[in-house]
């Protein structure tokens, strides 16, 4: 099976705050930023669309039914343990495959400088062809998983659509 020729990626943003107005999307653009980073290292052509949405597990739910032909989604906020944070709720039953290995790396190397990060529920796994990570909603914490998660992308897509690239 070959690789997209262009692979569609969606960012959500998952913000009561942002989407009220009362301050603007960082963690989203900063995700589309190391998302074009990974994707022009690999060498492949890529196409990001975004969209911010309030804390609503419904609206959630929608939006990954529609991101159906996406090769990548990654959402931002709603990790937390706060009362509207619902992302891992919402996500997880939708995976096909979960990669528990990734998030939990992130919050073990993380949680030894902030106790804080540990308190994260973010998920990662593979719904068919879409490779989809939750990450937290602050720029710091997207900044630390995306570097973590951008060792790892190119080969996950080798191995979701079976390219052997073991030498």
């Known amino acids: 099976m070959m690789l997209p020729e262009r692979f569609r990626v969606l960012v959500i943003t998952l913000s009561d705050r942002a989407c009220r107005g009362d301050y603007e999307d960082l ?3 900063a995700v589309v930023s190391h998302v074009r980073e990974i994707m022009d290292k690999a060498g492949w052509a890529c196409e990001i669309n ?8 419904e609206m959630l739910r929608e939006a990954m039914e529609r991101a159906g032909e996406m090769d990548l989604v990654i959402t931002t906020g709603g990790t937390g ?3 509207r944070d619902c ?4 996500i997880r039953p939708m995976l096909t495959k979960e990669m528990p290995g990734i998030m939990e ?3 073990v190397k993380y949680g030894t400088v902030n106790a804080g990060a ?3 529920r973010a998920v ?6 879409t490779v989809v990570y939750t990450l937290p909603g602050s720029v710091k914490a997207v900044n630390e998983y995306m570097s973590e998660i951008s060792k790892t992308l190119e080969h996950t897509f080798y191995m979701l659509y079976g390219t052997d690239r073991h030498k």
């Open 27 to 29: 963690s989203g653009p």
């Open 81 to 83: 343990i706060g009362p």
């Open 50 to 57: 975004s969209s911010l949405l309030p804390d609503d597990p």
């Open 124 to 129: 990662a796994g593979v719904r068919g062809k």
């Open 87 to 90: 992302t891992p709720d919402v």
């Open 105 to 107: 790396m992130i919050r």
């Open 118 to 120: 540990l308190l994260s």
